[in-house]
């Protein structure tokens, strides 16, 4: 069974960083996708950024561009995201999540995630 569990999260000032870490255990990805959401109270899970296992290819939401990095350590089965220049608008629950196919941007194409990491910009 796969199982994603994040850390990293945290109180941060405005043009701060933070790099939070998704631990996949019981799969070894050499296919398919895993992908960084946020979420905030009374919002939808937005997509943050995304990495393809098989192509190496990395997307990114245009609010994060040039700011976020995703990435990942084949021999930790553990994918990042280095998170820089944070702003409050940034504040959300982030989650990690994964599929065996492509990276889409919709939430609802992912069947696995983790529990959540918290991160609070503050201005």
């Known amino acids: 069974q796969v199982q994603l569990v994040e850390s990293g999260g945290g109180s941060v000032q405005a043009g701060g960083s933070l790099r939070l870490s998704c631990i996949i255990s019981?799969?070894?990805?050499?296919?398919?996708?895993l992908a960084w959401f946020r979420q905030v109270p009374g919002k939808e899970r937005e997509g943050v950024a995304s990495?393809?296992?098989?192509?190496?290819?990395?997307g990114y939401a245009d609010s994060v561009t040039g700011r976020f990095t995703i990435s990942q350590d084949g021999a930790k089965n553990t994918g990042y995201l280095q998170m820089t220049s944070l702003n409050p608008e940034d504040t959300a629950m982030y989650y990690c999540?994964?599929?065996?196919?492509?990276?889409?941007?919709?939430?609802?194409?992912?069947?696995?995630w983790g529990q959540g990491t918290q991160v609070t910009v503050s201005s």
């Open positions: 990495f393809d296992f098989e192509t190496g290819n990395t």
């Open positions: 999540a994964s599929r065996s196919g492509e990276c889409y941007v919709a939430a609802s194409w992912y069947n696995i």
């Open positions: 019981g799969y070894t990805y050499t296919r398919g996708c």
